[in-house]
């Protein structure tokens, strides 16, 4: 089964607040908020709403290979080792960089925009099924999951001029590769976020890094339905709860981040 996720479709971006909840925690530390943001980003899908979602996430090692044609692979490459070593520490799920093609189940393609349809021919499939992320997006990101749920395969293609002359490169390493763990929804219901698109912040918010902690806690598993991830949120968040995980957010995904990287 495959999945396309888009990142950036070239929308205004506007500026959103966020309210306060009556025990003064901001409104994405609110369990309620964080379980509908949940099955909104994990379950959610754009681009088949008639069909039953299922929980998806990798249950092998991810091993990613890179290419580029476009220069700066320096450059591409130590964003790309930066990003990926915080993911794995966030889900303690292994993820591998600088694997052989022919090792790999995750290929990201930095390419030029105007090659952008040969490369989704040639590691993804037809283009002309691809005409609405060709138009709409600036990057796009697909998996392939089996019918238990479990992602077994990933592809990413980066257009970097096109990417940089939307000031959207950093965001398209960022939020692309975190969609292929398992949360490919976009939704502007779900604030502050990568997955919005009237984000203003390139980086993993705090409610991110609940959500992969969540997608890949004990208590859930690949395939499940809408009502049992639904079922099994309490005790994840309440595991969550009793570790800081979601009072300590804030602090805690920043550590080892792209982010704090990069000096910003």
């Excluded at 009556?22 to 369990?31: A, H, L």
């Excluded at 692979?73 to 790309?80: F, G, I, T, V």
């Excluded at 040969?118 to 005409?131: F, S, W």
């Amino acid at each position: 089964m495959l999945k396309i996720v888009l990142a950036y479709s070239l929308l205004t971006l506007i500026s959103l607040g966020f309210s306060q909840v009556s025990y003064g925690q901001t409104r994405w530390q609110d369990t309620e908020y964080i379980k509908a943001s949940f099955i909104d980003i994990a379950l959610g899908r754009e681009y088949e709403k008639s069909k039953e979602s299922r929980l998806v996430r990798w249950k092998n090692p991810i091993k990613v290979h890179v290419t580029s044609d476009t220069g700066d692979a320096y450059l591409q490459n130590d964003l790309l080792s930066a990003h990926i070593k915080h993911l794995a520490s966030i889900t303690k799920h292994p993820i591998l960089l600088d694997v052989p093609q022919s090792q790999a189940n995750i290929t990201i393609i930095f390419t030029q925009h105007k090659q952008m349809r040969d490369k989704v021919a040639q590691y993804i499939g037809n283009p002309k099924h691809y005409e609405v992320a060709l138009k709409e997006a600036i990057c796009i990101g697909t998996f392939k999951n089996n019918k238990r749920g479990e992602i077994f395969k990933g592809v990413i293609i980066i257009p970097v001029d096109f990417a940089r002359e939307n000031s959207r490169f950093l965001d398209c390493i960022i939020e692309e590769i975190t969609q292929l763990l398992g949360l490919p929804n976009d939704s502007d219901k779900v604030y502050p976020s990568i997955f919005n698109d009237n984000s203003i912040d390139s980086y993993l918010s705090p409610l991110d890094y609940i959500l992969l902690k969540i997608l890949y806690s004990p208590r859930l598993k690949a395939g499940m339905s809408q009502q049992q991830v639904t079922q099994a949120l309490d005790s994840a968040l309440a595991e969550l709860n009793q570790n800081n995980e979601i009072a300590e957010a804030t602090y805690r995904v920043n550590q080892h981040s792209l982010k704090r990287y990069l000096g910003d």
